[in-house]
């Protein structure tokens, strides 16, 4: 074999290891379905006696369907990286974080919007980091600015409407274009 | 005179082990769809690249279908490493 024909084989599976990274878009853009939605139901139904179920409801159906999806595409993708393997322990974390927050922020009677927030922007600047996607990053920054925001600078009863805002600035619009370019490298 | 690594210095069988230095395990399926080899080839370079230690294969069953997933094991890699060396001073990069 010639020692080129080497290197083009290298380059060749080195670039589809790479690929084998990038598939979680679906993740980003259910959630971003789910949680804007729920943010602006939640500001909506304030006068009601429940704006609040809207969370556990959204978190139980997006947390069933992230289970089925993610083990099924595991199981199709027929391969795994040592980045998956950091992307789902950094998620498991932020799940266990997110259940925890929550039942503080209602013990404390104070909305959660800007513990989600901060959380979800660390989770996804640490998935962006691995998949070296620039877009996750700066979405990362829009999540803690809106944490930020939610904390200091906006009324309690406003924190669920920046709370939508920044997931479908930090999270969807993100999540569209890495679909985007998972699209591509199928075809 | 640089010599190249006769287990790696041929296609398949480098194919497989530089795909599998990026990711953390594949199984036969991916293995096959990314080389584009015949099974019958493929199982053959694997057990070549298994024997020499540089691959560490796990055999199991996953419903009535048997599955086979390859991971590439610290001698593999340091080889591989090593054939990179020799590849890239032989074209003197």
């Given at each position: 074999m010639e020692t080129s024909k080497s290197i083009e084989i290298i380059e060749n599976?080195?670039?589809?290891?790479?690929?084998?990274?990038?598939?979680?878009?679906?993740?980003?853009?259910?959630?971003?379905?789910?949680?804007?939605?729920a943010g602006l139901m939640e500001f909506f139904l304030k006068e009601t006696n429940f704006p609040g179920l809207v969370w556990p409801v959204v978190g139980i159906i997006g947390g069933i369907i992230s289970t089925i999806y993610g083990r099924k595409e595991s199981s199709r993708a027929g391969v795994g990286t040592f980045g998956d393997r950091i992307t789902a322990y950094t998620w498991g974390a932020f799940g266990f974080a997110l259940i925890w927050s929550i039942a503080f922020s209602v013990k404390s009677q104070y909305p959660p919007h800007a513990m989600i927030l901060l959380l979800a922007g660390l989770a996804t600047f640490i998935n962006g980091g691995i998949s070296n996607f620039k877009p996750f990053i700066y979405g990362a920054v829009i999540l803690e600015l809106g944490a930020i925001a939610c904390g200091f600078f906006v009324e309690p009863v406003y924190h669920s409407l920046v709370f939508s805002l920044s997931i479908l600035i930090g999270y969807l619009i993100p999540g569209i274009q890495l679909r985007k370019i998972e699209n591509g490298q199928a075809q | 005179m640089v010599k190249l690594n006769s287990i790696l210095?041929?296609?398949?069988?480098?194919?497989?082990?530089?795909?599998?230095?990026?990711?953390e395990w594949a199984d036969f399926k991916k293995l096959s769809e990314i080389t584009g080899a015949t099974k019958g080839n493929l199982s053959?370079?694997?057990?070549?690249?298994?024997?020499a230690g540089y691959l560490e294969v796990e055999k199991s069953f996953k419903g009535n279908y048997p599955l086979t997933e390859c991971q590439v094991t610290e001698q593999g890699r340091n080889e591989f490493e090593a054939y990179v060396k020799s590849l890239r001073k032989m074209l003197n990069l």
């Amino acid at each position: 074999m010639e020692t080129s024909k080497s290197i083009e084989i290298i380059e060749n599976m080195m670039k589809e290891s790479k690929r084998s990274l990038m598939r979680n878009s679906f993740f980003f853009i259910l959630w971003a379905a789910l949680l804007v939605p729920a943010g602006l139901m939640e500001f909506f139904l304030k006068e009601t006696n429940f704006p609040g179920l809207v969370w556990p409801v959204v978190g139980i159906i997006g947390g069933i369907i992230s289970t089925i999806y993610g083990r099924k595409e595991s199981s199709r993708a027929g391969v795994g990286t040592f980045g998956d393997r950091i992307t789902a322990y950094t998620w498991g974390a932020f799940g266990f974080a997110l259940i925890w927050s929550i039942a503080f922020s209602v013990k404390s009677q104070y909305p959660p919007h800007a513990m989600i927030l901060l959380l979800a922007g660390l989770a996804t600047f640490i998935n962006g980091g691995i998949s070296n996607f620039k877009p996750f990053i700066y979405g990362a920054v829009i999540l803690e600015l809106g944490a930020i925001a939610c904390g200091f600078f906006v009324e309690p009863v406003y924190h669920s409407l920046v709370f939508s805002l920044s997931i479908l600035i930090g999270y969807l619009i993100p999540g569209i274009q890495l679909r985007k370019i998972e699209n591509g490298q199928a075809q | 005179m640089v010599k190249l690594n006769s287990i790696l210095h041929q296609e398949l069988r480098l194919a497989i082990i530089s795909f599998l230095v990026g990711v953390e395990w594949a199984d036969f399926k991916k293995l096959s769809e990314i080389t584009g080899a015949t099974k019958g080839n493929l199982s053959v370079q694997i057990s070549k690249l298994q024997k020499a230690g540089y691959l560490e294969v796990e055999k199991s069953f996953k419903g009535n279908y048997p599955l086979t997933e390859c991971q590439v094991t610290e001698q593999g890699r340091n080889e591989f490493e090593a054939y990179v060396k020799s590849l890239r001073k032989m074209l003197n990069l």
